[in-house]
């Protein structure tokens, strides 16, 4: 059994072991308090019987795009708890509250989309990943939400279609 707690870790500086793809920037503030659990620990398969379970869980000041350009951006996320089974390859989770989570998406104008840098290579999105997770949200609650649209794959001669939905909740 161990228990651990974070206060404020810079994700950024873990960049290098996330799986981002190249260019892609990841900026936040994570806390959490955890504890892992595995049952009979020196046994073989040990890694089979592990169970990870989180507790107020925070996020703070998150952002996602390229080098310079967030795309999606959140000013703070809590989650009550969670509960992560790698074996079954399923995360149970309760309350997650999202504040100010705002996207910035767009069509340009030879149509790729904006968030076409966030993709993995298609190499790696065709490689055998094994069994999908399944991940259970208990409930979710969003303030101050935003999604803008920019399409500038139009016609010669139309202007640019911008959309703007907010606030969400």
């Not at 059994?1 to 290098?16: I, K, P």
Request: without cysteine; proline residues 9%.
């Amino acid at each position: 059994e161990a228990d651990a707690e974070l206060n404020g870790l810079a994700l950024e500086r873990l960049s290098a072991w996330l799986p981002l793809p190249p260019g892609a920037k990841l900026t936040a503030g994570v806390s959490t308090k955890a504890a892992l659990r595995v049952t009979k620990p020196l046994a073989d398969g040990a890694a089979d019987r592990a169970r990870l379970a989180l507790s107020e869980l925070r996020v703070t000041d998150a952002r996602l795009g390229p080098q310079g350009k967030p795309l999606f951006t959140l000013a703070g996320a809590q989650l009550d708890q969670a509960e992560i089974d790698p074996a079954a390859r399923t995360v149970r989770a309760g309350l997650l509250k999202l504040d100010a989570p705002r996207a910035q998406l767009a069509r340009e104008r030879d149509g790729r989309l904006n968030i076409t840098a966030l993709m993995p290579p298609e190499a790696a999105a065709s490689a055998p990943a094994g069994p999908a997770w399944k991940v259970q949200l208990a409930s979710l609650a969003v303030e101050r939400g935003a999604l803008r649209w920019r399409d500038a794959a139009v016609p010669e001669g139309v202007a640019p279609v911008a959309v703007a939905v907010e606030p969400m909740r």
